[in-house]
């Protein structure tokens, strides 16, 4: 069983930045693909970024790719979403997400449906004011 506990959600004005954390507790984090997902209101679930658990390969939907930098730490066994230059259209709850990726090789591609994570954070809100 893994706990996902999110922080660094807020307000924000247009072009402005956040950085969201997840601090996962599991003494395996190396073992787990991790992901941001957010959700708008009225709209469904879609992935932000994703990294897959070696470090070496992440994923950023067209709308982030250029302003968001997924990373994370396993020594801190936390995963970071930098967000900068951000948009009203950014406004949703973001999610931390893990998937047990224990046997998958280091170049395995980050999965980004939302049904193939496993454990999920509690959600932070991320608001963007024009």
């Known amino acids: 069983q893994v706990q996902l506990v999110e922080s660094g959600g807020g307000l924000v004005q247009a072009g402005g930045s956040l950085r969201l954390s997840c601090a996962a507790s599991?003494?395996?984090?190396?073992?787990?693909?991790m992901a941001w997902f957010r959700q708008a209101p009225g709209k469904g679930r879609e992935i932000a970024a994703g990294?897959?658990?070696?470090?070496?390969?992440?994923y950023y939907t067209d709308s982030v790719k250029g302003r968001f930098t997924i990373s994370r730490d396993s020594a801190k066994k936390t995963v970071y979403l930098q967000m900068n230059n951000l948009r009203p259209e950014d406004t949703a709850v973001y999610y931390c997400a893990a998937q047990d990726a224990t046997g998958w090789s280091p170049n395995h591609l980050v999965n980004v449906k939302d049904y193939e994570y496993e454990y999920w954070g509690q959600g932070t809100q991320v608001t963007v004011s024009s």
């Open positions: 990294i897959n658990w070696s470090g070496y390969l992440t």
């Open positions: 599991t003494r395996t984090f190396a073992n787990y693909a």
